[in-house]
C-alpha cells in the first residue's frame, strides 16, 4: 500500500526523448499541490513586500538617509531571490528536470548566491551602521554620509560578485555547465569540500561573529544610556522614568533579540547541512527544507527592518492609495503626514 501511494505521488519519466537524457520526477499529489500554492504565494509576497520598500526609499526624498540605503540594498536582494531564486526553485520542486538550458544553468545559481550574499553583506552593514549610531552619535552624520554609504553598498555587491564567480570557477561549476553535464536535464552545483569550509567561514562564521557582537554591543550601549538618562531625571519623576528606561530597554531586547535569533535561525542549519554533503543538489529533502529557509527570510527580512518602522507604513499607504503619483509626493514629510 505505502508503495503504490508512493508511485501516485511520485512519477519517473525521462526529461527529454534521448539515450542520454535524466530521470525525471514529477511530484503530484494533494500535498505537493498544497506545497507548490504556499510556496508561491510565499514569492508572491516576497516580491511585493521588497517591492515596497525599494519604492519608498527610492522615491521619498525624506528617506534618503544612509541606514534607508542600506536597507535598500537588503530589498534589492531579497527582491532577485523572490524574483528569479524561488520561481526556479519551485519549478525544480514540481519537476525535477532542467528545461532552461546551459546558459541559465550557469546564470541563475550565480544570480542565486550572490542574491543571498549580497543579503547578508546588507544586514552585515546594517549592523555597523546601527553600532557607530549608537556608539558615536554626534559624529555619525559626519563619518556615515549617503555618498560613502552608495560606495559601501557598490563595493559591497562587487566583492559577492568576484567571491560567488571565484568559487564556482575553481569548482569547474561553469566550465561544466557550459560544456557538458553527467545527463540532459539536469543542473546541479558541485563544490569541494575545501571550498565549503572556505565558505562556511567568509560566508557565515565571520558575518555572523560581527553581527552578534555588534548587537551585542548595541544593547549594552543603549542599556547604559538608559540608565545614564534615568539618573539624571527629577527625582518627582524618577517612577515615571524608570518606567520609560524599563520599556525602552525591553523593547530594544526585543527587536535585538528578533534580528539575531531569525538569523542564526535560517542560516545555521544551512550551513551546517554543507558540511555533511558534498552535492548541492536539489533532490534531498534536508537540503530543500534548509534552503528555503534562506529564501524566506528574503520575505520576513522586510517585516524586520521596515515594516516596523512607522515611515514605511506611512509610505507604503500611500504608495497603495495611489498618492505616490501626486507631482509632489517625493516631498511628503512621512513623519507627520496621514493619509
Not at 526529461?15 to 542520454?20: A, E, H, I, L, T
Not at 494533494?30 to 511585493?48: D, E, H, K, R, Y
Not at 534607508?68 to 531571490?81: F, P
Amino acid at each position: 500500500m505505502n508503495i503504490t501511494e508512493h508511485q501516485q505521488d511520485l512519477t519517473v519519466q525521462y526529461c527529454f526523448p534521448d539515450n542520454n537524457s535524466c530521470r525525471k520526477e514529477v511530484r503530484t499529489g494533494p500535498g505537493n499541490i498544497f506545497l507548490f500554492i504556499l510556496l508561491s504565494f510565499i514569492s508572491v509576497c516576497t516580491v511585493l513586500f521588497n517591492l515596497l520598500v525599494i519604492t519608498s526609499i527610492s522615491h521619498f526624498k525624506q528617506l534618503h538617509t544612509p541606514t534607508n540605503l542600506l536597507i535598500l540594498s537588503l530589498a534589492v536582494a531579497d527582491l532577485l531571490v523572490g524574483l528569479i531564486v524561488m520561481p526556479v526553485n519551485i519549478i525544480q520542486l514540481r519537476d525535477s528536470c532542467w528545461y532552461l538550458g546551459k546558459m541559465a544553468c550557469a546564470v541563475i545559481p550565480l544570480i542565486n548566491i550572490v542574491s543571498t550574499s549580497a543579503s547578508l553583506c546588507s544586514m552585515t552593514c546594517i549592523a555597523v551602521d546601527r553600532y557607530i549610531a549608537v556608539n558615536d552619535p554626534l559624529l555619525y552624520s559626519t563619518k556615515i554620509t549617503v555618498c560613502k554609504t552608495s560606495l559601501i553598498i557598490i563595493l559591497g555587491w562587487s566583492v559577492c560578485l568576484f567571491y560567488v564567480i571565484t568559487v564556482l570557477y575553481f569548482n569547474d561549476h561553469l566550465l561544466q555547465s557550459q560544456l557538458s553535464m553527467s545527463c540532459y536535464g539536469e543542473c546541479v552545483i558541485v563544490m569541494k569540500y575545501s571550498w565549503v569550509i572556505v565558505d562556511l567561514v567568509i560566508s557565515f562564521l565571520c558575518p555572523c561573529s560581527i553581527i552578534i557582537i555588534l548587537y551585542a554591543v548595541i544593547f549594552i550601549v543603549a542599556r547604559r544610556q538608559a540608565i545614564a538618562v534615568k539618573s539624571m531625571t527629577n527625582v518627582h519623576s524618577q517612577g515615571r522614568a524608570v518606567k520609560v528606561s524599563i520599556t525602552s530597554e525591553t523593547k530594544a531586547a526585543k527587536t535585538l533579540g528578533i534580528v539575531v535569533c531569525f538569523y542564526l535561525g535560517c542560516w545555521i542549519p544551512f550551513f551546517l547541512s554543507s558540511l555533511f554533503s558534498e552535492s548541492f543538489s536539489s533532490v534531498t529533502l534536508f537540503w530543500i527544507v534548509f534552503s528555503w529557509l534562506l529564501y524566506i527570510s528574503s520575505a520576513v527580512n522586510p517585516i524586520i527592518y521596515a515594516i516596523f518602522y512607522p515611515w514605511f507604513r506611512v509610505s507604503a499607504k500611500c504608495i497603495l492609495t495611489c498618492r505616490i503619483f501626486d507631482p509632489s509626493s517625493s516631498s511628503f514629510n512621512l513623519f507627520r503626514e496621514h493619509f
